[in-house]
Nanobody, 123 residues
Framework: QVQLVESGGGLVQPGGSLRLSCAAS??????????IGWYRQAPGKERELVAR???????MYVDSVKGRFTISRDNAKNTVYLQMNSLKPEDTAVYYC???????????????WGKGTLVTVSS
């Protein structure tokens, strides 16, 4: 199975910005034809899908990040990004990416989860 690799996390003050990257590791698989989702899991909470982007570039965001986060893809680099602006302490979480498939229950993750990248928003 494919496993995606997340990077770009770190410690940032409230109101700051980070850009996360998601790339395929150890494979020549192209992500360009997949819907890719960014998830996050805060301590003690379930993992939630916060943004997704289709192969055609259509995007979706959960309400809590609308207007602050932007998901994008660079097909030439086979990479998907999550630009996070105006960060809040409640954005603190481990962020993961995954390929998505549509089912009768909605979008679900296709691949094994990677290690994720930790984002900590704190003063």
């Amino acid at each position: 199975q494919v496993q995606l690799v997340e990077s770009g996390g770190g410690l940032v003050q409230p109101g700051g910005s980070l850009r996360l990257s998601c790339a395929a590791s150890g494979t020549t698989l192209s992500l360009n034809f997949n819907t890719i989702g960014w998830y996050r899991q805060a301590p003690g909470k379930e993992r939630e899908l916060v943004a997704r982007i289709t192969s055609g570039g259509s995007t979706m965001y959960v309400d809590s990040v609308k207007g602050r986060f932007t998901i994008s893809r660079d097909n030439a680099k086979n990479t998907v990004y999550l630009q996070m602006n105006s960060l809040k302490p409640e954005d603190t979480a481990v962020y993961y990416c995954n390929r998505l498939m549509i089912t009768t229950k909605g979008y679900v993750a296709m691949d094994n989860w990677g290690k994720g990248t930790l984002v900590t928003v704190s003063s």
